[in-house]
Every structure is written in structure tokens, then in C-alpha cells.
């Protein structure tokens, strides 16, 4: 028993080295294992889990306040066994307790029956109770269940028009119109901004004004004026209060919303924004070696950036800088983005095709890892034209596919293992289903492989089966894989050489046309057939041309690049039922 509690603490000690800063010297924490839960059983002391995360002010804060306090630590000692868990590094577990803030705390019984879910930051003076209360009574606790029953698989291209009426109004209703913003909390939720550019870009005036007050807010409070970095949280409905806490997917959601809001409106205050966020993740976030650091806390103990490399994080990094490159044409930001996927297929690279989170992985591999980098790599195959990022892009989407698909309901389960012995019912996280949907949508459109679509279709049928629909109202996300599937992406391909400067030209503009879902290809017919060969080109003897095309039309040829976006612009591309 005493070998394997050396063991354990010599783990543990290993893993907080590099993960987020918490003192252990005394050996007061253990580790997330079976053997940890075991020993519960044993013994029969509760299990009590602090899931914290690098950035988190409040998981540091809690630390120096509670979990440090000496009538805590003397409750602690005999009945209960602290577990610190690092939610950035165990995405399985994260993503089951994500709905419990940072931190979250859990407790579990001897018989790793979970007992309670405590959301946020607690005092000794209200932590104290609830330790007393579960010795006394350790019947778990019931929640309401947030969501309906999963449904069985089924294909579906979108909502009902009552359902979508629904999410709809609740996002309308959730409009601060005080001080700006989709709820009194200002976060950064990159669905809703891609999503209400997008109605911006279409013409819905509401959304447009909405849009540019959250972005001129964001620019103006949440770009921190020394690194760049953008903050995913305000403290303050007014925007007053920056939580200076920058995880890399609020970078990502920032920048891109930034650059694609820049070639809509043309506001050089979000060209500012961008370029500024864009210097942070070139000047701090990117490795010497490749790929990018996890993240950058400032607030409470100014941890300062975390130098973890995730796959998912990197490949975060990667869409956001590409979306900075088609927008602006800096071409150092491509280079960056490439120089990163390399990283990630030299060091995180799993057999056939898959990806792992960190270099070794405790409970991987997970679908957030492996949906990230597909969709970077398409993103990649985008923004540069070149067709050896499509096919490690195919072979990611594949792993997924074989890895991740629970085919009962056509979702995309969290993890391919347990996180736990006595966890064994898998979960599936919203974002990265939405993810999925969308990224298996688009590759069957640059791929022709009607199997993406059909499995883009299933997940889809998940979104908006009760267990989403039930437990949430604010879902731009789901908005955007419907309308991403009810409709063709734009597509837009430059017929000439690679070598041709007057080529170049073309798919420049082409790749800032500020849609999302686009399909850009770049055929030198040198290299022969596109991999989706679905359009006929015609010869064009006058040199490099562009067509906009949809399944039925294309445009007449396009030979100046500052026509592109009115071509693309005209297409009609609802997908016929």
C-alpha cells in the first residue's frame, strides 16, 4: 500500500511540475486514478476532485483561501482524499464537469457514487458546511436532468422551424440592450460572433448593428493593451472589468472574428484588434519548435503562459492565424499556421490518421484533439491550395469516424476510453459535436465522399434531438451547422498556374470573401483532377480565371480579383430538397 501511494504522489508530482502552478510539497493532493478511487474504497474516505484550469483566477484564488485553510485541511484529513485534476490536460473529465464552472468540485462516496457538483469558487465559511453535511449524509445529491433522452440515429439537414423560431428568440431575448452584449456575462462565444457576422453579412441590419457594438467593446476592453491577447470573460455587464485570463479558444474565436469583421465593414479599429491578437500569438504563443502554448493567465497569481502543447490548442491557433492570413494576405501568418501543423503531424500524430492531446496521454485519445486539427487542416488545404493538407485532413476525419461515432445516436462521444472505472456511460460535448457536424459537411463538399455528408447528417440528427434541444437555449452553434448543411458553401475555384502572379491574385481575393463555409480551390491542371472534380471548367484562352460556382451554375469567368465577392455574392445557394 505504501509502494503504491509513492508511486501515485511520485506521479502527481510530476504532473503538477507541468501543469497549472499548486503547491504539493506536503503531498496534500492525489491523483485522478483507479488506483486513487481504490484506495477510497479501502479506506472509506470520500473522494473530493478539484477540476481547475493555468488561467483560472478563481481555481488560485480558492487555493490560497480555502483549500489551504487549516480547519479545512483538519475536516479533510481523515474522511476525504483531495484530488487535483488540471482540466486543460484531461479533456475527458473536463468536459464531463464543464457545466460546474472553474473550479468545479466533486465529491464522490467510498463507492465512487458521485454525491455532489459545487460550481465556482466556495469560502471556508461555505465550504465547511458542505464537507460536515456530507460526512453526516452522503446520499447523493439529484439534479434536475439539464436534457431530454439522446434519440436514435437519424439523418436530418436542420431544426424544425419551431425549433429554430425557439433558439432564435431566446438569442434575440438574451440582447442586453444597456450595455451590449447576448446575456449580462460578456463572453466571448465565437459561434455567436461568426454567427451574427454572417446575418450581418447577408443583409439583417438588427444583427449588423449588434454585432459591430460587441466588437467595438471587445477591441476596446478586452484586448489587453501590452500583449495583445484577448480576455474570453468580462467581470462587469458595463465591459469595465477584463477577467485577464486568455485560454487559446477565446484567441481563436477573437481573431478571426476580428479579421472577417475588418473585410465586411472595413473599420480599422477591428484591423487594429486583429493585428493585435495576431502579434500575440506569433510573439508569446508560438514555440520555437513548432506549435503553440496552451494558454495565458494574468489575473490571481499571474501565472503568465502556460507552455503545455496541446493538439487542440495548436490547432486552435492554426484556424485563427489562417482566418488573420485570408483576410489580410499576411503571408508570415500562413507560414506560421504551417510551420504548426507540421509540429503537430511530427509530435502528435497517432497511427492512422488520429491525433493525441499531449505526448502521452492519460485517458485519450479525445474527439476535441482530432475534430480541432481536421478542421485546421482543411482550413489549411483552404488558405493555401495544396493538396497534401486535404488528405491529412481526410485521414483525421476518417480516425474520428472510426474512433468516436456512437452509432446508437450519430453523436461523437468525448473520449475513446473511461475516465473512471465507475464512469462508464461516455459523454458527448455540444461544441464538438457542432464541430464535427460542420467540419464532415465541408470536407464532403472539397471531397465529393457522400459518406461525410451522411455522417454530418447523423450528428446533426443528434443536435436536435432533446439531450441538446432540452438543455440549451443559447445555441448559435446548432444555427450555424444548420445553415452550413441547408446550404452549399460558397465556392469559388482560380483555374490557372501556380507560378502566374495574375493566379496568385485571384485566390487572394477569393480567400477573403468573408464567409466561413467556403470551399476555395486552387487547380493548376498541371497537378491534374481536383480531388472533387464536380465542375466542368471551361478552357479560358486569355490566361488565370476564376468561376463561382454552386451544383447547378457558374459564373462567366472571373479575370480581375476585386469582382470576386460579387460573384459570390450573387450565388443562390440553398440546397434543393
Known amino acids: ?34 488506483a486513487t478511487f481504490a484506495r477510497a474504497a479501502r479506506e472509506k474516505k470520500f473522494v473530493i476532485v478539484s477540476l481547475q484550469s493555468w488561467w483560472c483566477r478563481w481555481c488560485h484564488v480558492m487555493n490560497r483561501d480555502t483549500w489551504a485553510d487549516p480547519e479545512v485541511r483538519s475536516i479533510l484529513k481523515d474522511r476525504f482524499i483531495p484530488v487535483y485534476v488540471d482540466q486543460d490536460s484531461r479533456l475527458d473529465i473536463s468536459q464531463r464537469y464543464e457545466r460546474w464552472g472553474w473550479p468545479a468540485t466533486i465529491i464522490f462516496g467510498p463507492d465512487g457514487v458521485e454525491i455532489a457538483k459545487l460550481r465556482g469558487f466556495y469560502s471556508p465559511q461555505f465550504f465547511k458546511p458542505i464537507l460536515t453535511a456530507t460526512i453526516e449524509d452522503p446520499s447523493p445529491v439529484v439534479y ?36 451590449s452584449g447576448w446575456s449580462k456575462s460578456k463572453f466571448v462565444d465565437g459561434a455567436m460572433l461568426i454567427w451574427a457576422l454572417q446575418r450581418a453579412r447577408q443583409g ?92 495565458m493567465g494574468m489575473s490571481e497569481g499571474e501565472p503568465g503562459v502556460d507552455r503545455r502543447q496541446y493538439a487542440r490548442e495548436t490547432a486552435q491557433a492554426i484556424a485563427a492565424v489562417l482566418a488573420y492570413f485570408d483576410a489580410t494576405g499576411a503571408v508570415d501568418a500562413r507560414e506560421l499556421a504551417v510551420g504548426a501543423a507540421r509540429w503537430a503531424l511530427a509530435n502528435r500524430a497517432l497511427p492512422g490518421g488520429g491525433f493525441r492531446h499531449a505526448e502521452q496521454d492519460e485517458g485519450g485519445p479525445y ?46 462521444v468525448a473520449s475513446a476510453s473511461p475516465d473512471a472505472q465507475q464512469l462508464t456511460k461516455p459523454i458527448k460535448q455540444r461544441e464538438d459535436n457542432v464541430t464535427a457536424v460542420r467540419m464532415f459537411n465541408l470536407l464532403s463538399s472539397y471531397t465529393g465522399d457522400s459518406s461525410y455528408r451522411e455522417i454530418a447528417e447523423a450528428g446533426m440528427g443528434y443536435l436536435t434531438s432533446p439531450a441538446i434541444l ?26 490557372g ?17 468573408p464567409l466561413v463555409n467556403k470551399r476555395a480551390e486552387w487547380w493548376d491542371k498541371r497537378e491534374g483532377k481536383l480531388a472533387n ?45
Not at 498556374?497 to 470573401?513: F, G, I, K
Not at 479575370?559 to 450573387?570: E, F, G, N, R, V
Request: charged share 20%.
Open 533 to 577: 472534380p464536380d465542375v466542368d471548367y471551361p478552357d479560358f484562352p486569355d490566361g488565370p480565371a476564376a468561376f463561382a460556382c454552386t451544383s447547378t451554375f457558374c459564373s462567366y469567368p472571373v479575370t480581375q480579383p476585386a469582382d470576386i465577392a460579387a460573384q459570390l455574392d450573387s450565388l443562390k445557394r440553398a440546397r434543393k430538397n
Open 1 to 34: 500500500m505504501m509502494r503504491t501511494g509513492a508511486i501515485v504522489l511520485s506521479l502527481l508530482m510530476t504532473l503538477s511540475a507541468q501543469a497549472a502552478p499548486i503547491e504539493n510539497s506536503d503531498g496534500f493532493w492525489s491523483a485522478w486514478s483507479d
Open 204 to 295: 439583417d441590419a438588427t444583427n449588423a448593428a449588434r454585432i459591430r457594438k460587441v466588437l467595438s467593446l471587445m477591441a476596446g476592453n478586452m484586448v489587453d493593451t501590452t500583449t495583445g491577447a484577448l480576455d474570453h470573460v468580462n467581470l462587469k455587464p458595463d465591459w469595465s472589468e477584463p477577467a485577464r485570463e486568455f485560454p487559446m479558444f477565446a484567441q481563436e474565436a477573437g481573431l478571426g472574428a476580428f479579421a472577417r469583421a475588418w473585410t465586411i465593414f472595413g473599420d480599422p479599429a477591428y484591423r487594429l484588434a486583429a493585428d493585435r491578437i495576431y502579434g500575440f500569438l506569433k510573439n508569446t504563443m508560438s514555440a520555437p519548435g513548432g506549435g503553440f502554448y496552451t494558454s
Open 497 to 513: 498556374a501556380r507560378d502566374d502572379p495574375r493566379s496568385a491574385a485571384l485566390y487572394r481575393a477569393a480567400l477573403a470573401y
Open 470 to 495: 432540452d438543455a440549451f437555449g443559447f445555441l448559435p452553434d446548432v444555427l450555424l451547422a444548420e445553415d452550413e448543411l441547408r446550404n452549399e458553401p460558397v465556392h469559388i475555384t482560380v483555374v
Open 144 to 179: 434536475p436532468d439539464a436534457g431530454g433522452a439522446e434519440r436514435a440515429r437519424t439523418l436530418t439537414a436542420g431544426l424544425t422551424d419551431a425549433q429554430r423560431d425557439e433558439i432564435l428568440g431566446f438569442i434575440d431575448q438574451a440582447w442586453d440592450a444597456q450595455h
Open 367 to 412: 474527439l476535441a484533439d482530432n475534430v480541432e486539427m481536421a478542421k485546421a487542416l482543411l482550413a489549411l488545404h483552404r488558405s493555401t491550395g495544396e493538396r497534401q493538407w486535404l488528405t491529412h485532413a481526410q485521414a483525421a476525419a476518417d480516425f474520428i469516424a472510426r474512433t468516436f461515432i456512437d452509432p446508437a445516436t450519430g453523436g461523437f
